[in-house]
């Protein structure tokens, strides 16, 4: 199946008391279905599934399957750097509903690409879902390479990847390619890939999407979205697009310790990549 071009890395909001914020996340769900979003990451590194109980994580999975926009993805995160515990929530999330889990590499422990192999030959085994990788080594201190992941793909059920280290993005045989950074998405659809797993299409969803579905405006938007980019990079990422999806009127909330919300510096970075949109009006 296809799992769509535009995946929305999607926030989880919560409430005053830093409880997850159900009624909020099917809003905005729904919303950004609308702005042009195919599908949805749900308890992913946005979503902030560090912080997140397996009660919550494998809760609000559940949800967004019950509550999806009419035809819309749902891919579960669902990664953990213990094998046994990325089984769990793998099989949990395929139950739940999920039409794809998105499994890290193994964070802390460091790996050997044996190691990673066999940790992925197990995820693999407990879905009849496919499987997308995510090489993100500047958050987990592994990186895949090309030829590795290409290995990778020759794993029943692991179909796709998210690659997060542009210095090494291209095609991979075996594998669908999405963009892991925002401003890897034109050059991962110029390659041929599929698309980008998105954090800036909370935002401008249907610029993205146009990037999708009118190669000929592509440039002039990734130029356009380059402000924003980096604004949403200014502090850790979900600091920055809380903050911003605030701005916008969809309050979702704080963010759980160790994350703090934005100071007055990254505030304003944000708010004038917003402005310079015309996101923000008056």
Do not use: W
Not at 79 to 108: F, I, K
Not at 181 to 192: C, E, I, K, S, V
Not at 204 to 228: C, F, H, K, N, W
């Amino acid at each position: 199946m296809s799992l769509g071009a535009i995946l929305t890395a999607i926030v989880t909001p919560f409430t005053q008391d830093l409880r997850v914020d159900e009624d909020r996340f099917v809003a905005l769900m729904h919303h950004l279905h609308e702005q042009g979003s195919d599908g949805f990451v749900v308890c992913g590194t946005t979503g902030e599934a560090s912080t997140l109980t397996d009660e919550e994580h494998l809760g609000l999975i559940a949800l967004a399957c019950r509550e999806r926009p009419a035809g819309a993805t749902i891919v579960a995160g669902t990664g953990s750097n213990d094998t046994r515990h990325a089984v769990h929530l793998t099989a949990e999330a395929t139950e739940a509903g999920a039409d794809a889990v998105l499994s890290v590499t193994p964070y802390y422990n460091k790996p050997n690409l044996r190691g990673i192999r066999r940790h992925y030959e197990e995820v693999a085994a407990a879905t009849d879902k496919p499987v997308v990788l995510y090489n993100i080594p500047g958050r987990v201190v592994v990186n895949i390479p090309p030829e590795a992941l290409a290995d990778l793909g020759t794993i029943a059920n692991v179909l796709y990847v998210k690659e997060a280290n542009g210095e090494q993005l291209q095609p991979i045989d075996g594998l669908g390619l999405y963009a892991g950074n925002d401003d890897d998405l034109a050059r991962t659809l110029d390659l041929g890939g599929i698309g980008g797993i998105c954090v800036a299409s909370h935002l401008v969803g249907p610029r993205m999407r146009t990037m999708v579905d009118d190669p000929s405006q592509r440039a002039a938007i990734d130029a356009e979205l380059q402000a924003l980019y980096a604004a949403l990079g200014v502090t850790t990422n979900p600091i920055p697009v809380k903050a911003a999806l605030q701005m916008v009127g969809h309050d979702c909330g704080g963010l759980r310790l160790p994350m703090v919300e934005a100071d007055e510096r990254e505030r304003q970075a944000v708010r004038e990549a917003l402005e310079g949109l015309g996101l923000l009006g008056g």
